[in-house]
C-alpha cells in the first residue's frame, strides 16, 4: 500500500470549469453519476420496452404496430438493455465507483483519466445501440443470447444493420468495463487506506471487487465471440456457421459450430449473473447490518462465499445448455457443480436472516427492500435448483418458468437492492433523504407488483408454454385460463412499470427539495459516512487520509454509548466515550 | 408488522397457489413420468426451505423491531459472537438438502442419455419453419445426408448412391406418427438455424443445430394427437412453426407407413402437371406454409386460398389485381406492394424464373 503515502502528499486539484467538473469530470463520484443517469435511461426504455410486449402477450393484436418483427426487436433489446446496459453499469459504474473510493479511504480511483474514458466509452456503446432503432430494418431481434446461424440470417428482423451495431456496441461496452474494471480492482487492492485491511473492508466493496475481477476474466470470451460473429456476418467467415442453407437457398457457410457460440456465450454469461449479484449481495449485507443495528453474521464466512461464488461461477457456464445438443454427459458434471455452487448461496441466504437476529430493527424504506430482496431472491433461488438439475431442466427449459426464475433471481431482485442502495446512500451522495412516504408506496406497489408478475408465472412453465412466443394462442395444449393469466401479468406489470414514475419523482425531487440529512443520518460506521463533508468534495477526505481502526460493523457494542462506533475512531477515543454501566 | 403480516399473507397464498391452481403440466404421453416425479421431489424440499426461511425472517421482524430508544442504556440489538457451529450446522444440512435433489436426478438423467437398444431411430427435420420426418425404412438404418445435396428434388439432401438410404421414408409434412409402447430414438437435424424439437406431453426436448445431429429417446404410452411447438428461438415465425405428432396403435401405424414414399421412389416419380407438384414441394422446402396458409385462415401472410385473381387492398389504400405479375413481384421484391394489414415480415426469395412459374402454378391450384 505504498501508494497510500503518495495518496496523501498528492496536492488536491480541484477542477474549476463547468465542463471539467461535471463533464469530463475525472472524480469518480461524478463518474459514478454519469454512470447511474444513463444506465437509469436506458433502463427506462428497456421498461417500456418491457410494457410493449407484455401488452402483446396479455392482449393479443392490441398494439397496431406490434407485428412478429417488432416484438422480437423489443425482447431483444429488453433482455440486452437489462442485463449489461443497465444493471452491469449501474452496479460496477455507478455504485462501484462511488462506494470503492469512500468505502476503502481513497481519494480516488488509482487512474482517474482512465475512468473517465470508460465513463464515455460506455456512453458511446449505449448511444450506437440506441442507432439500432433508426437503421433499415431495425434493432436486432435475435434474442438477447444472439444465437448463430439465426442472429445473422434472413428470417431475423435487424439481420441487415441491427446485428452489426449490436455486436459493435456490445465491443465498445466491454473496453468501458474493462477501463472501469482495471481501475476498481486495482484501487481495491493498492490504494487503501492506513489500517484498512481487506478483512475490514465492507461486503460492498468485496461484492463489487470480486464481481469485477468476474468481469474482466468473463468479458473477453464475449469479446471474442462479438468479434468472430462480426466477420460471419460482415466478410463472410464461418467461425458459428456449418454448412446449412437459408430461406430455402443454398449458403456459402461451411464447418462452423453454433455450439461453440454457446460455450463462448455462456463462458461470459454465467458469470454476468454474478457479475449483477455479488455486488447486490454486498450491498444488501451492509444495508440489514446498519439497519437493523448488529454486525453482519458470520462475515468471514460471508467473505469466502462471495469468492467460492465466484469461482464456481466459472465452471458452470454449461447449465444454460443442457437442451443445446451439446455432448450428453457433460449434463453430469454441470448439474454437480450447479447444485453445489447453491451451498456458498444458502449460507449467504442464512447469514443475512442471522443479521436480523436479535437485531434493532428500524423499519426504513432501505431497510424494507432488505427484507424483499431476500425474499425474492429466495424464490428465484430455489427455482433455480429446479432447472440446474439436469433433468428436470428438461421438460423446463426454454418455457415460462426459466423466464419467471431469471427474473427473479437477477432481474427484480437486483433491481431490489438498487432501490434499497439508492435509498441509503442517496443522503451521502446529495446531502438529502428521499421522500418516506413516496418511497414507502413505491416499495410496496414494486415488491407485490413482481411478485403477482413473477410467481404464478412459472407455473405457465409447468404447463408447457414456450418462451420467446409472438403468439401462443393457436395451440390447442395451452387452456384460455392461461391467456387469461397472462393478461392479469401484464396488468400487474404494467401497474410496476408506472410505479416507478414515484421513484424518479422522488429522486428528482429529493435531490433539490428533500429533507437535509447531515452527514451520517443511519448512524452507519462504515467508513463512506465519516466523510469531512457532504457530499464528499473532489479528494474525499481533505487534507489527511482518515485511520482506520476496526471493521465496518461494529452497531451496538456493549458498554458504548452510541449504538455503532466508525471505522476510523481509535481505541483511545472509544474508551473516552464509553458509558460507566 | 406491515412487512411481517404482508409476508405471512405471500407465503400462505403462494402455498395455496401450488396446490389450487388450473396450470399444472400436460398429461405425460411417454415413460418420462419419472421426470414428472423429480420435480414433486424438487418442490417439495425447496417448499420447505422457502416456507422455513421466511417464517424465520418473519419471527425476527416481529420479535426483534425497534422499540423506540433503550431506558437503560443497553442496546437493543445484541452483539453476539459468530456461531461456527450453527454456520456449519446450516452448511451440513443444506448439503443434504442438495444431495437428496441431485441423486435422484442424476439418476433419471442417467437413464435419459442411454438410448435403449432397439430403439427406432426416426429423423426429424427442422427448417425455417417447418417439420419434416425420415424413417430407416425396411433395413432399419437411416442413409447418408449432406446439406449441399439439398434440391429442389432432394429436399432431404440424402446421398443418392448411399443403398441405406434408398428405402428410407420421407414424410415432407408437418405430420408424424409413431407407435405407441415402442421407444424410438428421435435423431435431430436441422437444416438452417436452431430449432428445438418439443412435444410438451413427452417432457423430453433436444436442440436441433445445422451441422451436427442430435439426438434423444422416449416410448410413447398414451395413443392421441400431439402439438410439436419448436422451443429453440428461430427467427420471425419461430411461434408458428407448429407440426403434429400422432402415437398410433400398431395396426393403424403400419397401415399409415405403407403409404409413404421411400426416397428412391421419389427419385424417379416426376408426373407432368404443369409445375403445380414442382411449386409446392418448393413451397414446402421454402417455408411458405409457415407464413401463408392453404386453408383460408390468417397467418403472418395473406392465405393462398382462393389469391389468384382476388382483389387485394394495399397499405397506401390502393387497389392490385392478384396476378401472375403480381405474385411474382410480390415473392422476389416482398416489401414492394404490401397488403393492408399485413406486417413487412417476408424476406426477398431470388427464385429463378421457371421456379417461380411452378410456384405461381400451385398458388393458383388452391381454390
Given at each position: 500500500m505504498a501508494y497510500v503515502h503518495d495518496a496523501e502528499k498528492e496536492a488536491l486539484h480541484q477542477p474549476h470549469s463547468f465542463w471539467s467538473k461535471y463533464v469530463w469530470s475525472q472524480d469518480h463520484k461524478v463518474i459514478a453519476i454519469q454512470y447511474s443517469l444513463i444506465a437509469i435511461f436506458a433502463g427506462i426504455i428497456a421498461l417500456v420496452l418491457s410494457a410493449m410486449m407484455r401488452m402483446q402477450i396479455g392482449f393479443p393484436g392490441s398494439l397496431e404496430f406490434m407485428d412478429a418483427n417488432t416484438y422480437y426487436q423489443a425482447m431483444t433489446m429488453h433482455g440486452m438493455i437489462m442485463v449489461i446496459y443497465l444493471l452491469t453499469a449501474l452496479f460496477l459504474g455507478g455504485f462501484g465507483n462511488y462506494m470503492i473510493p469512500l468505502m476503502v479511504g481513497a481519494r480516488d480511483m488509482v487512474f482517474p483519466f482512465v475512468n473517465m474514458l470508460s465513463v464515455w466509452f460506455y456512453f458511446l456503446s449505449v448511444i450506437i445501440l440506441l442507432a439500432s432503432f433508426f437503421v433499415p430494418g431495425g434493432p436486432t431481434g435475435a434474442g438477447w443470447t444472439l444465437y448463430p446461424p439465426q442472429a445473422i440470417t434472413a428470417g431475423t428482423p435487424g439481420m441487415e444493420w441491427g446485428i452489426i451495431l449490436m455486436l459493435v456496441s456490445l465491443l465498445v461496452f466491454i473496453i468501458a468495463a474493462t477501463m472501469g474494471g482495471l481501475n476498481y480492482v486495482t484501487t481495491v487492492i493498492q490504494a487503501r487506506t492506513y489500517g484498512m485491511t481487506l478483512l475490514r473492508m465492507p461486503l460492498t466493496v468485496w461484492g463489487i471487487f470480486m464481481a469485477t475481477i468476474l468481469a474482466l476474466l468473463a468479458f473477453p470470451a464475449l469479446f471474442v465471440s462479438g468479434v468472430m460473429m462480426l466477420l460471419d456476418r460482415t466478410i463472410g467467415t464461418s467461425f458459428f456457421m456449418p454448412e446449412m442453407i437459408s430461406m430455402g437457398q443454398q449458403t456459402d457457410y461451411d464447418g462452423g459450430s453454433p455450439i461453440l457460440f454457446q460455450h463462448l456465450f455462456w463462458f461470459f454469461g454465467h458469470p454476468e449473473v454474478y457479475i449483477v449479484a455479488l455486488p447486490a449481495f454486498g450491498m444488501i449485507s451492509d444495508i440489514l447490518s446498519v439497519h437493523s443495528r448488529k454486525k453482519v453474521f458470520g462475515y468471514k464466512m460471508m467473505v469466502w462465499a462471495i469468492v467460492a461464488i465466484g469461482v464456481l461461477s466459472f465452471i458452470v457456464w454449461a447449465h444454460h445448455m443442457?437442451?443445446?445438443?451439446?455432448?450428453?454427459?457433460f449434463g453430469f458434471f454441470f448439474a454437480t457443480t450447479t447444485l453445489i455452487i447453491a451451498v456458498p448461496t444458502a449460507i449467504k441466504v442464512y447469514n443475512w436472516v442471522l443479521t436480523l437476529w436479535k437485531g434493532d430493527i428500524h423499519m426504513t424504506v432501505p431497510l424494507l427492500f432488505a427484507v424483499a430482496f431476500i425474499f425474492t431472491f429466495l424464490a428465484g433461488g430455489l427455482t433455480g435448483l429446479f432447472l440446474g438439475n439436469v433433468i428436470v431442466d428438461i421438460p423446463l427449459s426454454d418455457t415460462y418458468f426459466v423466464v419467471a426464475h431469471f427474473h427473479m433471481v437477477m432481474g427484480v431482485a437486483p433491481v431490489l437492492v438498487v432501490f434499497g442502495s439508492i435509498y441509503h446512500w442517496f443522503p451521502k451522495i446529495t446531502g438529502r433523504m428521499m421522500n418516506d412516504k413516496i418511497g414507502m408506496w413505491h416499495f410496496w406497489i414494486t415488491f407485490l407488483g413482481t411478485y403477482a408478475i413473477y410467481f404464478p408465472m412459472h407455473y405457465l412453465g409447468i404447463l408447457g408454454m414456450p418462451r420467446r412466443y409472438y403468439d401462443s394462442t393457436a395451440y390447442e395444449f395451452i387452456p384460455q385460463s392461461a391467456h387469461d393469466l397472462n393478461a392479469f401479468i401484464t396488468i400487474a406489470a404494467l401497474i410496476v412499470g408506472a410505479a416507478q414514475v414515484l421513484f424518479i419523482y422522488n429522486m428528482i425531487h429529493s435531490a433539490f427539495k428533500g429533507k437535509e440529512s447531515g452527514p451520517n443520518p443511519w448512524n452507519a460506521a462504515s467508513l463512506e459516512w465519516q466523510t469531512p463533508q457532504t457530499p464528499p468534495v473532489h479528494g474525499n477526505w481533505g487534507e489527511k487520509l482518515p485511520v482506520v481502526?476496526?471493521?465496518?460493523?461494529?452497531?451496538?457494542?456493549?458498554?458504548?454509548?452510541?449504538?455503532f462506533v466508525p471505522q476510523n475512531v481509535s481505541e483511545q477515543e472509544l474508551e473516552a466515550n464509553k458509558v460507566k454501566l | 408488522m406491515a412487512l411481517a403480516i404482508i409476508l405471512v399473507v405471500l407465503l400462505i397464498g403462494s402455498t395455496i397457489f401450488q396446490f389450487v391452481n388450473p396450470w399444472s403440466a400436460t398429461p405425460v404421453a411417454s415413460n418420462w413420468g419419472s421426470i414428472d416425479n423429480i420435480i414433486v421431489i424438487t418442490s417439495v424440499i425447496t417448499g420447505i426451505f422457502f416456507v422455513g426461511i421466511t417464517l424465520f425472517v418473519v419471527y425476527a421482524l416481529v420479535k426483534f423491531r425497534h422499540r423506540g430508544p433503550s431506558e437503560n442504556g443497553q442496546h437493543q440489538a445484541s452483539y453476539e459472537p459468530d456461531s461456527k457451529k450453527l454456520e456449519w450446522w446450516l452448511t451440513g444440512i443444506t448439503t443434504v438438502g442438495i444431495c437428496a435433489l441431485l441423486a435422484p436426478g442424476l439418476v433419471v438423467y442417467d437413464d435419459f442419455v442411454h438410448v435403449p437398444e432397439g430403439a427406432t431411430e426416426v429423423e426429424v427435420v427442422g427448417k425455417q419453419w417447418m417439420w419434416s420426418f425420415r424413417l430407416p425404412g425396411e433395413d432399419g438404418k437411416l442413409g447418408h445426408a449432406k446439406v449441399k445435396l439439398i434440391g429442389m428434388d432432394n429436399p432431404f439432401g440424402l446421398d443418392p448412391d448411399d443403398p441405406n438410404g434408398q428405402d428410407d421414408l420421407l414424410i415432407n409434412t408437418n405430420v408424424l406418427h409413431l407407435p405407441i409402447d415402442k421407444p424410438v430414438k428421435m435423431v435431430l437435424r436441422s437444416l438452417d438455424v436452431l430449432h428445438n424439437f418439443y412435444v410438451p406431453q413427452i417432457r423430453a426436448k433436444m436442440d436441433m443445430v445445422p451441422g451436427q445431429v442430435s439426438y434423444f429417446w422416449f416410448t410413447p404410452t398414451k395413443e392421441g394427437r400431439y402439438e410439436i411447438l419448436c422451443a429453440e428461438y428461430c427467427g420471425v415465425a419461430h411461434y408458428n412453426m407448429k407440426g403434429h405428432m400422432i402415437i398410433d396403435s400398431a395396426e393403424n401405424y403400419q397401415a399409415w407407413l405403407s403409404e409413404q414414399p421411400t426416397f428412391a421412389s421419389s427419385l424417379v416419380s416426376g408426373s407432368d402437371d404443369g409445375g403445380v407438384e414442382q411449386g409446392r414441394q418448393l413451397a414446402e422446402s421454402s417455408g411458405c406454409f409457415a407464413c401463408h396458409s392453404i386453408d383460408g385462415s390468417k397467418s403472418l401472410g395473406p392465405t393462398w386460398k382462393g389469391l389468384f385473381g382476388k382483389t387485394e387492398v394495399l397499405m397506401d389504400g390502393t387497389t392490385v389485381v392478384a396476378d401472375e405479375a403480381y405474385l411474382k413481384e410480390s415473392i422476389t421484391d416482398p416489401n414492394a406492394k404490401m397488403v393492408k394489414d399485413y406486417a413487412p415480415v417476408m424476406v426477398a426469395y431470388p427464385l429463378s424464373d421457371s421456379q417461380l412459374d411452378a410456384l405461381v402454378e400451385y398458388i393458383k391450384s388452391t381454390p
Amino acid at each position: 500500500m505504498a501508494y497510500v503515502h503518495d495518496a496523501e502528499k498528492e496536492a488536491l486539484h480541484q477542477p474549476h470549469s463547468f465542463w471539467s467538473k461535471y463533464v469530463w469530470s475525472q472524480d469518480h463520484k461524478v463518474i459514478a453519476i454519469q454512470y447511474s443517469l444513463i444506465a437509469i435511461f436506458a433502463g427506462i426504455i428497456a421498461l417500456v420496452l418491457s410494457a410493449m410486449m407484455r401488452m402483446q402477450i396479455g392482449f393479443p393484436g392490441s398494439l397496431e404496430f406490434m407485428d412478429a418483427n417488432t416484438y422480437y426487436q423489443a425482447m431483444t433489446m429488453h433482455g440486452m438493455i437489462m442485463v449489461i446496459y443497465l444493471l452491469t453499469a449501474l452496479f460496477l459504474g455507478g455504485f462501484g465507483n462511488y462506494m470503492i473510493p469512500l468505502m476503502v479511504g481513497a481519494r480516488d480511483m488509482v487512474f482517474p483519466f482512465v475512468n473517465m474514458l470508460s465513463v464515455w466509452f460506455y456512453f458511446l456503446s449505449v448511444i450506437i445501440l440506441l442507432a439500432s432503432f433508426f437503421v433499415p430494418g431495425g434493432p436486432t431481434g435475435a434474442g438477447w443470447t444472439l444465437y448463430p446461424p439465426q442472429a445473422i440470417t434472413a428470417g431475423t428482423p435487424g439481420m441487415e444493420w441491427g446485428i452489426i451495431l449490436m455486436l459493435v456496441s456490445l465491443l465498445v461496452f466491454i473496453i468501458a468495463a474493462t477501463m472501469g474494471g482495471l481501475n476498481y480492482v486495482t484501487t481495491v487492492i493498492q490504494a487503501r487506506t492506513y489500517g484498512m485491511t481487506l478483512l475490514r473492508m465492507p461486503l460492498t466493496v468485496w461484492g463489487i471487487f470480486m464481481a469485477t475481477i468476474l468481469a474482466l476474466l468473463a468479458f473477453p470470451a464475449l469479446f471474442v465471440s462479438g468479434v468472430m460473429m462480426l466477420l460471419d456476418r460482415t466478410i463472410g467467415t464461418s467461425f458459428f456457421m456449418p454448412e446449412m442453407i437459408s430461406m430455402g437457398q443454398q449458403t456459402d457457410y461451411d464447418g462452423g459450430s453454433p455450439i461453440l457460440f454457446q460455450h463462448l456465450f455462456w463462458f461470459f454469461g454465467h458469470p454476468e449473473v454474478y457479475i449483477v449479484a455479488l455486488p447486490a449481495f454486498g450491498m444488501i449485507s451492509d444495508i440489514l447490518s446498519v439497519h437493523s443495528r448488529k454486525k453482519v453474521f458470520g462475515y468471514k464466512m460471508m467473505v469466502w462465499a462471495i469468492v467460492a461464488i465466484g469461482v464456481l461461477s466459472f465452471i458452470v457456464w454449461a447449465h444454460h445448455m443442457y437442451v443445446s445438443g451439446m455432448n450428453p454427459y457433460f449434463g453430469f458434471f454441470f448439474a454437480t457443480t450447479t447444485l453445489i455452487i447453491a451451498v456458498p448461496t444458502a449460507i449467504k441466504v442464512y447469514n443475512w436472516v442471522l443479521t436480523l437476529w436479535k437485531g434493532d430493527i428500524h423499519m426504513t424504506v432501505p431497510l424494507l427492500f432488505a427484507v424483499a430482496f431476500i425474499f425474492t431472491f429466495l424464490a428465484g433461488g430455489l427455482t433455480g435448483l429446479f432447472l440446474g438439475n439436469v433433468i428436470v431442466d428438461i421438460p423446463l427449459s426454454d418455457t415460462y418458468f426459466v423466464v419467471a426464475h431469471f427474473h427473479m433471481v437477477m432481474g427484480v431482485a437486483p433491481v431490489l437492492v438498487v432501490f434499497g442502495s439508492i435509498y441509503h446512500w442517496f443522503p451521502k451522495i446529495t446531502g438529502r433523504m428521499m421522500n418516506d412516504k413516496i418511497g414507502m408506496w413505491h416499495f410496496w406497489i414494486t415488491f407485490l407488483g413482481t411478485y403477482a408478475i413473477y410467481f404464478p408465472m412459472h407455473y405457465l412453465g409447468i404447463l408447457g408454454m414456450p418462451r420467446r412466443y409472438y403468439d401462443s394462442t393457436a395451440y390447442e395444449f395451452i387452456p384460455q385460463s392461461a391467456h387469461d393469466l397472462n393478461a392479469f401479468i401484464t396488468i400487474a406489470a404494467l401497474i410496476v412499470g408506472a410505479a416507478q414514475v414515484l421513484f424518479i419523482y422522488n429522486m428528482i425531487h429529493s435531490a433539490f427539495k428533500g429533507k437535509e440529512s447531515g452527514p451520517n443520518p443511519w448512524n452507519a460506521a462504515s467508513l463512506e459516512w465519516q466523510t469531512p463533508q457532504t457530499p464528499p468534495v473532489h479528494g474525499n477526505w481533505g487534507e489527511k487520509l482518515p485511520v482506520v481502526h476496526r471493521w465496518p460493523y461494529d452497531y451496538s457494542v456493549p458498554g458504548v454509548k452510541e449504538d455503532f462506533v466508525p471505522q476510523n475512531v481509535s481505541e483511545q477515543e472509544l474508551e473516552a466515550n464509553k458509558v460507566k454501566l | 408488522m406491515a412487512l411481517a403480516i404482508i409476508l405471512v399473507v405471500l407465503l400462505i397464498g403462494s402455498t395455496i397457489f401450488q396446490f389450487v391452481n388450473p396450470w399444472s403440466a400436460t398429461p405425460v404421453a411417454s415413460n418420462w413420468g419419472s421426470i414428472d416425479n423429480i420435480i414433486v421431489i424438487t418442490s417439495v424440499i425447496t417448499g420447505i426451505f422457502f416456507v422455513g426461511i421466511t417464517l424465520f425472517v418473519v419471527y425476527a421482524l416481529v420479535k426483534f423491531r425497534h422499540r423506540g430508544p433503550s431506558e437503560n442504556g443497553q442496546h437493543q440489538a445484541s452483539y453476539e459472537p459468530d456461531s461456527k457451529k450453527l454456520e456449519w450446522w446450516l452448511t451440513g444440512i443444506t448439503t443434504v438438502g442438495i444431495c437428496a435433489l441431485l441423486a435422484p436426478g442424476l439418476v433419471v438423467y442417467d437413464d435419459f442419455v442411454h438410448v435403449p437398444e432397439g430403439a427406432t431411430e426416426v429423423e426429424v427435420v427442422g427448417k425455417q419453419w417447418m417439420w419434416s420426418f425420415r424413417l430407416p425404412g425396411e433395413d432399419g438404418k437411416l442413409g447418408h445426408a449432406k446439406v449441399k445435396l439439398i434440391g429442389m428434388d432432394n429436399p432431404f439432401g440424402l446421398d443418392p448412391d448411399d443403398p441405406n438410404g434408398q428405402d428410407d421414408l420421407l414424410i415432407n409434412t408437418n405430420v408424424l406418427h409413431l407407435p405407441i409402447d415402442k421407444p424410438v430414438k428421435m435423431v435431430l437435424r436441422s437444416l438452417d438455424v436452431l430449432h428445438n424439437f418439443y412435444v410438451p406431453q413427452i417432457r423430453a426436448k433436444m436442440d436441433m443445430v445445422p451441422g451436427q445431429v442430435s439426438y434423444f429417446w422416449f416410448t410413447p404410452t398414451k395413443e392421441g394427437r400431439y402439438e410439436i411447438l419448436c422451443a429453440e428461438y428461430c427467427g420471425v415465425a419461430h411461434y408458428n412453426m407448429k407440426g403434429h405428432m400422432i402415437i398410433d396403435s400398431a395396426e393403424n401405424y403400419q397401415a399409415w407407413l405403407s403409404e409413404q414414399p421411400t426416397f428412391a421412389s421419389s427419385l424417379v416419380s416426376g408426373s407432368d402437371d404443369g409445375g403445380v407438384e414442382q411449386g409446392r414441394q418448393l413451397a414446402e422446402s421454402s417455408g411458405c406454409f409457415a407464413c401463408h396458409s392453404i386453408d383460408g385462415s390468417k397467418s403472418l401472410g395473406p392465405t393462398w386460398k382462393g389469391l389468384f385473381g382476388k382483389t387485394e387492398v394495399l397499405m397506401d389504400g390502393t387497389t392490385v389485381v392478384a396476378d401472375e405479375a403480381y405474385l411474382k413481384e410480390s415473392i422476389t421484391d416482398p416489401n414492394a406492394k404490401m397488403v393492408k394489414d399485413y406486417a413487412p415480415v417476408m424476406v426477398a426469395y431470388p427464385l429463378s424464373d421457371s421456379q417461380l412459374d411452378a410456384l405461381v402454378e400451385y398458388i393458383k391450384s388452391t381454390p
